[in-house]
């Protein structure tokens, strides 16, 4: 084979006959340091293979862990080897030499004469692991497709697995959603991946459903198809992140809790939990939990008995709990000076569905610092409406903790206005107001049936919930 043809791209030898004769090696997967990558080698005949990589790009194939093959036997035909990439790889451009002939000896070199054979010299990329794909796995209780992050709520413990597009079989990597529904593969080479969604392990599987796929925007709409649990192929170029690779399941039976609701306090020494439901369906009872992390796999149950739930209601209901045994906890392991504990609170169906909330976060003060005030139970809210769904008329409550000015406006799911039922005005605190809607806009003109949002603005926060109008 003529050599000695130098040319950036190793192509130097084709200029001799017009003739791309680098046609015996395939890499399958991109080169990343420190991983192995598969390569396919054709050869016409049995033969052996030897074959280097200029891994820190310093002209030569001298330097140690260079030779990349040694004496290999080939099978006459297609034989899959894989490349040890160094960890010490530069990153960029790095060449390559395999050279085959028919007889083990004398062992060849990268350069010099042998009576027969073949040499190929290749130009390859080594590529920083610097490559992500990631997002979040929610309950989609209406269900629409469209993450709602005021009231409905992460999914931890789902299974999400990775797959290259040059192996749909094999996951390249696994990963279990975290308490707050996030999942991450990270330190990835650029290249062509699939992500597929498991449905929870701790309910039974035909009692989940994956959402409708791709419905809106993409940082908030369902990427997975609803049969398969597969996502489409995300390509990254050397860099490239994405976050935006999500998942929305739901349960085919009514969900048993919708918590509007969640926090918890340090007061008086010690941690105080409050949480309140728009509405509960055969909620039979409670489970709290309490780690020094977000691993909800950490955590351990607080109550030592079951705290009731309120059954079948409409209405929204409150609770609280205090971690009485928080200090013992503390004492029993050595967990002095750790200053932020995690809680979250379960729901039991009387069927014994559960449903993981969570998490929420309290601070502990170091001493001198001061410390949260009284624990105030968490009334103040924008509450559901009632009745819901409505024909044609429903009430809209809400207190508010101090004196401020706002408005109450209706929204439909286009985000166009409806109707405004509290101009600005100044909104006394401390008490509860009620304001009634006819199902009317502006003009006094019935409005027809469908999802509507009503949104509570005001100079310290805003409030927003749906309701539901059928006709």
Same mark, same amino acid.
């Given at each position: 084979?003529?050599?000695?043809?130098?040319?950036?791209?190793?192509?130097?030898?084709? @200029?001799?006959?017009?003739?791309?004769?680098?046609?015996?090696? #395939?890499?399958?997967?991109?080169?990343?340091?420190?991983?192995?990558?598969?390569?396919?080698?054709?050869?016409?005949?049995?033969? @052996?293979?030897?074959?280097? =990589?200029?891994?820190?790009?310093?002209?030569?194939?001298?330097?140690?862990?260079?030779?990349?093959? $040694?004496?290999?036997?080939?099978?006459?035909?297609?034989?899959?080897?894989?490349?040890?990439?160094?960890?010490?790889?530069?990153?960029?451009?790095?060449?390559?030499?395999?050279?085959?002939?028919?007889?083990?000896?004398?062992?060849?070199?990268?350069?010099?004469?042998?009576?027969?054979?073949?040499?190929?010299?290749?130009?390859?990329?080594?590529?920083?692991? !610097?490559?992500?794909?990631?997002?979040?796995?929610?309950?989609?209780?209406?269900?629409?497709?469209?993450?709602?992050?005021?009231?409905?709520?992460?999914?931890?413990?789902?299974?999400?697995?990775?797959?290259?597009?040059?192996?749909?079989?094999?996951?390249?990597?696994?990963?279990? +959603?975290?308490?707050?529904?996030? @999942?991450?593969?990270?330190?990835?080479?650029?290249?062509?991946?699939?992500?597929?969604?498991?449905?929870?392990?701790?309910?039974?599987?035909?009692?989940?459903?994956?959402?409708?796929?791709?419905?809106?925007?993409?940082?908030?709409?369902?990427?997975?198809?609803?049969?398969?649990?597969?996502?489409? =192929?995300?390509?990254?170029?050397?860099?490239?992140? $994405?976050? +935006? #690779?999500?998942?929305?399941?739901?349960?085919?039976?009514?969900?048993?809790?919708?918590?509007?609701?969640?926090?918890?306090?340090?007061?008086?020494?010690?941690?105080?939990?409050?949480?309140?439901?728009?509405?509960?369906?055969?909620?039979?009872?409670?489970?709290?939990?309490?780690?020094?992390?977000?691993?909800?796999?950490?955590?351990?149950?607080?109550?030592?008995?079951?705290?009731?739930?309120?059954? +079948?209601?409409?209405?929204?209901?409150?609770?609280?709990? +205090?971690?009485?045994?928080?200090? $013992?906890?503390?004492?029993?392991?050595?967990?002095?000076?750790?200053?932020?504990?995690?809680?979250?609170?379960?729901?039991?169906?009387?069927?014994?569905?559960?449903?993981?909330?969570?998490?929420?976060?309290?601070?502990?003060?170091?001493?001198?610092?001061?410390?949260?005030?009284?624990?105030?139970?968490?009334?103040?809210?924008?509450?559901?409406?009632?009745?819901?769904?409505?024909?044609?008329?429903?009430?809209?409550?809400?207190?508010?903790?101090?004196?401020?000015?706002?408005?109450?406006?209706?929204? !439909?799911?286009?985000?166009?206005?409806?109707?405004?039922?509290?101009?600005?005005?100044?909104?006394?605190?401390?008490? =509860?107001?009620?304001?009634?809607?006819?199902?009317?806009?502006?003009?006094?003109?019935?409005?027809?049936?469908?999802?509507?949002?009503?949104?509570?603005?005001?100079?310290?926060?805003?409030?927003?919930?749906? =309701?539901?109008?059928?006709?």
């Amino acid at each position: 084979d003529p050599n000695g043809q130098p040319d950036i791209d190793a192509e130097g030898d084709d @200029y001799l006959d017009g003739d791309d004769d680098e046609d015996g090696v #395939v890499f399958e997967e991109t080169l990343t340091p420190g991983q192995s990558a598969d390569v396919t080698i054709t050869a016409s005949v049995i033969g @052996y293979l030897n074959a280097w =990589m200029d891994f820190n790009a310093n002209g030569d194939f001298l330097d140690q862990g260079e030779k990349i093959f $040694d004496n290999v036997n080939l099978a006459a035909g297609a034989n899959a080897l894989q490349i040890s990439v160094p960890g010490s790889a530069l990153i960029g451009a790095v060449y390559s030499r395999f050279r085959f002939n028919s007889d083990s000896s004398p062992l060849l070199s990268y350069t010099g004469d042998h009576g027969n054979g073949e040499v190929e010299d290749y130009k390859n990329i080594i590529y920083a692991a !610097n490559c992500a794909l990631g997002d979040y796995v929610w309950q989609d209780l209406n269900p629409e497709g469209i993450q709602e992050d005021w009231w409905e709520p992460a999914i931890s413990g789902v299974t999400v697995n990775l797959y290259s597009s040059t192996d749909l079989v094999t996951p390249l990597a696994t990963d279990i +959603t975290d308490g707050f529904g996030k @999942y991450l593969f990270d330190n990835l080479v650029p290249g062509s991946y699939y992500v597929e969604f498991i449905k929870p392990p701790n309910t039974p599987t035909e009692d989940w459903f994956i959402t409708s796929q791709d419905v809106g925007n993409d940082a908030l709409d369902s990427d997975a198809n609803p049969s398969t649990g597969w996502t489409g =192929m995300y390509t990254l170029a050397a860099g490239d992140t $994405d976050l +935006t #690779v999500d998942c929305g399941m739901y349960l085919a039976d009514p969900v048993p809790v919708i918590l509007s609701s969640f926090n918890a306090l340090f007061v008086d020494n010690i941690p105080i939990l409050h949480w309140t439901t728009q509405s509960e369906s055969e909620n039979s009872y409670w489970n709290l939990f309490r780690a020094i992390s977000q691993n909800l796999g950490q955590s351990i149950q607080i109550n030592t008995s079951a705290i009731p739930g309120a059954g +079948t209601t409409t209405q929204p209901t409150e609770y609280s709990y +205090t971690d009485e045994g928080f200090y $013992d906890y503390l004492y029993e392991n050595d967990l002095i000076g750790i200053s932020t504990f995690w809680y979250w609170v379960e729901s039991v169906s009387i069927a014994g569905e559960t449903c993981i909330y969570g998490p929420v976060s309290v601070n502990i003060p170091n001493p001198g610092d001061e410390i949260n005030v009284p624990f105030i139970p968490n009334v103040y809210d924008l509450y559901q409406n009632y009745p819901n769904p409505f024909n044609p008329y429903t009430e809209i409550s809400f207190s508010l903790p101090r004196t401020t000015y706002g408005e109450l406006v209706i929204y !439909n799911l286009k985000g166009e206005k409806v109707k405004t039922l509290l101009a600005e005005q100044a909104l006394l605190g401390d008490k =509860m107001h009620r304001v009634t809607w006819n199902a009317t806009d502006e003009m006094g003109k019935p409005v027809s049936s469908g999802i509507y949002l009503y949104q509570l603005r005001t100079l310290e926060r805003n409030y927003i919930r749906r =309701m539901l109008l059928v006709k």
